[in-house]
């Protein structure tokens, strides 16, 4: 079957239109509809229902199911396109990372661009990715190196780099009124009864060290990038509990108090599996990053 049948299928079921499919993909519409036909004829089953006089189409049980193998199926067949150039003699292979959604413009600034220009021949795979999908495609073997900014959960199959320390903030409102006097770093104890939000990375930490405290943090929202705890805290409905360096900036429209406790911090580091071999592009990279890390010294 031609892979172009899926991905055309991908994007029909996505728009919800065959029209504005056809249109999307540059293709006239009887022959996008046909390729549809020879793909329930192969499977021997309906993906769409029947919707006569109306212009949405909707997915079968059978068409839901086929959609997410779909997916899979080109997702992986991609992989393997990136992966397979590095044995095409235009390009030294691919790199891939994963890298935290807070941390990406910074990866990119510090590291990844810089590496490119000095060897335009590798090509590059960037997964904007949270701690838990970060380990879980290191364990898959989809990613070379993970780039996170909480700790993955402990293995002996991996080994990190620590590249810097980030701290634990109370994110609020400026004109929200906060326990204790002004500019005063915040003890988890002073957490009690506030609405809070945080990021998956930081919640178990957090909660661990409130409850030496007595306090069981009030989590009202939680999310998988800080990012989405910082713009809920900026609605005024809560304070966001986050880790950050200390030179972040900070929102507009908002002001962050230290949160004081030697416990409440995160590592940055650089993560790889040592249970299968880099590639000839990740190795050239750990070496980079390597020098990188000890020209700041």
């Given at each position: 079957m031609d892979f172009d049948f899926y991905r055309n299928f991908i994007t029909v079921a996505e728009a919800g239109n065959i029209s504005a499919a056809a249109k999307q993909l540059s293709l006239v519409q009887p022959a996008l509809s046909a390729q549809i036909k020879t793909l329930e004829k192969y499977y021997g089953v309906?993906?769409?229902?029947?919707?006569?006089?109306?212009?949405?189409?909707?997915?079968?049980?059978?068409?839901?199911?086929?959609?997410?193998?779909?997916?899979?199926?080109c997702s992986t067949e991609d992989s393997i396109s990136l992966t397979m150039q590095a044995f095409n003699q235009k390009a030294m292979g691919t790199l891939r990372v994963g890298v935290s959604h807070v941390r990406s413009e910074y990866f990119l600034q510090a590291y990844l661009i810089p590496f490119a220009q000095t060897q335009p021949q590798i090509s590059y795979q960037f997964h904007n990715a949270a701690v838990v999908e970060q380990q879980a495609l290191l364990n898959k073997g989809l990613i070379d190196f993970a780039f996170a900014n909480a700790p993955l959960g402990q293995c002996e199959d991996l080994a990190s780099i620590k590249v810097g320390?980030?701290?634990?903030?109370?994110?609020?409102?400026?004109?929200?009124?906060?326990?204790?006097?002004?500019?005063?770093?915040?003890?988890?104890?002073?957490?009690?009864?506030?609405?809070?939000?945080c990021n998956y990375g930081s919640?178990?930490?957090?909660?661990?060290?409130?409850?030496?405290?007595?306090?069981?943090?009030?989590?009202?929202?939680i999310a998988t990038a800080a990012s989405s705890a910082l713009a809920f805290a900026a609605s005024g409905l809560a304070c966001a509990v986050v880790a950050a360096l200390p030179d972040d900036p900070v929102p507009a429209g908002m002001r962050r108090i230290p949160l004081q406790d030697a416990k409440l911090t995160f590592s940055q580091e650089l993560y790889w599996s040592t249970q299968r071999r880099l590639s000839p592009a990740a190795q050239l990279f750990l070496e980079f990053f390597q020098k990188q890390m000890s020209e700041r010294k």
């Open positions: 309906q993906l769409f229902k029947t919707n006569r006089g109306k212009r949405h189409i909707e997915l079968t049980e059978a068409g839901e199911a086929f959609l997410q193998q779909a997916k899979l199926m320390r980030e701290y634990f903030y109370v994110y609020y409102q400026k004109d929200k009124p906060m326990p204790g006097e002004a500019g005063q770093n915040l003890t988890p104890a002073q957490l009690a009864g506030l609405p809070l939000c919640y178990g930490l957090l909660r661990s060290v409130c409850q030496e405290y007595g306090v069981q943090p009030n989590v009202i929202f």
